[in-house]
Nanobody, 123 residues
């Protein structure tokens, strides 16, 4: 199983980015897939998740971040709009083989993690 995040980079406040999480070795439809982030000196934070059972997004970001999946490409996306300085962090995707977890316990334990992609918002 391999998860590879991409799409991070540097952007000005108010800009947009779309992060990708490409999975290999699994079929995403059988998993919950989550997006998390961790800023320097802060705890890891759950952003959003998706599975065949539904989606969940942290209410703090529901007006700016959107999760989606392309099953044909076995890839999950996190579209981020109106980025703020405080969105600067390393963003990770993670999976667990329990499709119900995304809707039942979206911040539960995920079993496999990608290496992360850096998002830097600065003026």
């Amino acid at each position: 199983l391999l998860l590879v995040e991409s799409g991070g980079g540097s952007v000005q406040p108010g800009g947009s980015l779309r992060l990708s999480c490409a999975a290999s070795g699994i079929t995403l439809d059988d998993y919950s897939i989550g997006w998390f982030r961790q800023a320097p000196g802060k705890e890891r934070e759950g952003i959003s998740c998706i599975s065949s059972k539904g989606t969940w997004t942290n209410y703090l970001y529901s007006d700016r971040f959107t999760i989606s999946v392309d099953n044909a490409k076995n890839t999950v996306y996190l579209q981020m709009y109106r980025l703020k300085l405080e969105d600067t962090a390393v963003y990770y995707c993670a999976v667990t083989p329990y499709p119900n977890m995304c809707t039942a316990r979206p911040l539960g334990q995920y079993d496999y993690w990608g290496q992360g992609t850096q998002v830097t918002v600065s003026s």
